[in-house]
């Protein structure tokens, strides 16, 4: 009977031993595969992120351009408003200022046409 005992005691202590060092190298695999897991994903979120980095500043680029474009537009639109205003009353002063019935009155045309713009 102590023989048994004995047998089965080693028998267990075997088979205890053999299932740490499964158990060991199965974790060591899996906190392997966690690592690779962990650095797959850190990659992809840098790469995601210098991606819309890279997509942002290059339309935003293109959008300070086009801003710079139009208050160019908007700038040259307001030159010429204000010489067609400056055509207006001239034209207006002129018509209050001579006698209705002289000679002639040499009107100023403030035709949008006549004016030049220049080009940008």
């Not at 205890?16 to 979120?45: A, D, M």
């Not at 991606?51 to 030159?79: C, D, H, M, P, W």
């Amino acid at each position: 009977m102590k023989k048994l005992l004995l047998f089965s005691e080693g028998n267990f202590h075997k088979a205890y031993q053999s299932w740490l060092t499964k158990y060991r190298i199965r974790k060591e695999f899996v906190s392997l595969i966690q690592i690779i897991i962990l650095g797959i994903l850190i990659l992809f979120c840098l790469v995601m992120f210098l991606i819309f980095v890279n997509k942002s500043s290059t339309e935003g680029y293109f959008l300070r351009q086009a801003n710079n474009k139009l208050s160019n537009v908007n700038f040259n639109n307001e030159i010429m408003k204000t010489q067609i205003l400056d055509l207006r009353r001239s034209n207006r002063d002129k018509l209050t200022d001579s006698d209705l019935y002289g000679p002639s009155i040499n009107l100023l045309d403030a035709n949008i046409e006549s004016i030049q713009v220049p080009q940008s």
